[in-house]
């Protein structure tokens, strides 16, 4: 914090510094508590005197119960020469010159000095050593003078924004374990998918289980045995020989005896067939239709 005082700040050397150059010193008993706390980077200005008037000034940094330690090159300040003193001479942390020209040369104290007073403004900083008025209304005063969050919130009103916000009774999703405050989770639907629909919301539907539906398929199956009709076979026809005796491959047998040796001839069967459908055995690789997903839960506004 830099330079601190303290008031009713005396107490007689219980052991003095030594000579001219010491820096260590103590007062009487219980009184140094008198004395300012010092924190790391503090101090303040001290005063010793005698009976005969003499005095110095001091720059003390450090402060135990009622040991004080005087800063390097903290003696004889503010023209004041240093002298050496002896215990049952005086310690006092008196207003000085040295402490009085140190706090106004303060920028910041300087920069608020400077600000003109105004109903309803609050004084702020701008920057290192600039100050500037901001405006403080009435109803601002009556929310920083609130001890919690909770009477903060009072004065807000919040709690009724909140109830006009979300009625009673509102059904929301949420991506977390339970339901949060003020809600009831809803435990009517489990392990069933979201559906957007262009109607009225809220209905329910379907007969599947969501893990169900969305898992590995197999990809498998007959139809029942089909015996093919004449029908059912793509249209065709079959040739036949007819054979006058001589030797061949196949052997040509005369199977026209009425006609003698006629030579070789051909003949065809009439056409049978009538290209209709059938079915078939089928089978195939399985489908995986476990899809990725979160686990939502619905609760009612209370």
Known sequence: MGLVFSNFGKAMVASAPSGTAGLSFTVEAGKGILFPVLGGGDYFYGIFKDASGNREIVKVEAHSTDSLTIATGGRGLDGTAARTWAAGDYFVAGLTNIA?????????LAALG???????????????????????????????DDTDAAAARATLGVPGAIA????PGTVMSFFQ????????????????ALRVVAGPGGGSGGSVAFTTAFASQAVTGSNSATTLTSAQIPSHNHQIFIGNGTPGSP????????????????????????????????????????????????????
């Not at 009085?100 to 910041?108: H, I, K, Q």
């Not at 069967?269 to 239709?289: C, M, P, Q, R, W």
């Open 164 to 167: 006009a916000l979300i009625p």
């Open 100 to 108: 009085l020209r140190e706090s106004l040369s303060n920028t910041n």
């Open 114 to 144: 400077a600000l003109p007073s105004s109903a309803d403004k609050l004084p702020y900083f701008t920057g290192n050593g600039t100050a500037a008025l901001a405006d403080l209304s009435a109803f601002f005063r009556t929310l920083l």
């Open 251 to 302: 052997p040509r047998p005369d199977y026209n005896n009425l006609d003698g040796n006629d030579p070789v001839a051909l003949a065809d069967t009439e056409y049978k067939g009538g290209g209709g459908s059938h079915n078939h055995v089928f089978t195939g690789t399985a489908i995986n239709l476990a899809v990725q997903y979160i686990d939502m839960i619905i609760a009612s506004k209370d």
């Open 177 to 192: 374990p339970s339901a949060p405050v003020g809600w009831t989770r809803i435990t009517t639907h489990d392990n069933k």
